[in-house]
């Protein structure tokens, strides 16, 4: 058994390569190998957004608080709610975060493959996320 006490991680800010505004993340999980299960607690600030990205093996998102919303490449955008979830299967390109004037949290789970959880590609625009 591992436990790691509450407050023994670390906040970080997320890194402005891969999302637009103010973003916050909390490591729930990096499971040991063999094990692949990864998951983070991710905070963002009115506007914010991740960039257009994939997951090699497939994401889920769990909506905590807030108000945000998601899109695939090439589909309309959704609104997220808490309570809501979110499943983006291998290799779909696509973006997540929080709505223009709400913050919103959400639990995002996916697994590592040869230690990657994510393929980052271009940043959204303003036009695409304002749709």
Not at 27 to 37: F, H, K, N, Q, T
């Amino acid at each position: 058994m591992e436990h790691t006490p509450c407050g023994s991680r670390p906040s970080r800010k997320a890194s402005a390569e891969w999302f637009t505004g103010e973003v916050w993340q909390d490591v729930i999980l990096e499971a040991p190998e063999p094990a692949r299960g990864r998951a983070l607690l991710v905070h963002f600030a009115p506007g914010a957004r991740t960039n257009w990205h994939s997951h090699p093996l497939g994401q889920a998102l769990y909506v905590v608080s807030g108000f945000g919303r998601a899109q695939s490449w090439g589909g309309p955008i959704v609104d997220l709610r808490p309570g809501d979830v979110v499943w983006f299967a291998p290799g779909e390109k696509h973006w997540h975060g929080a709505a223009p004037d709400c913050t919103m949290a959400h639990i995002a789970m996916q697994e590592a493959e040869d230690g990657r959880t994510a393929d980052w590609a271009e940043p959204v625009s303003d036009a695409q996320y304002l749709g």
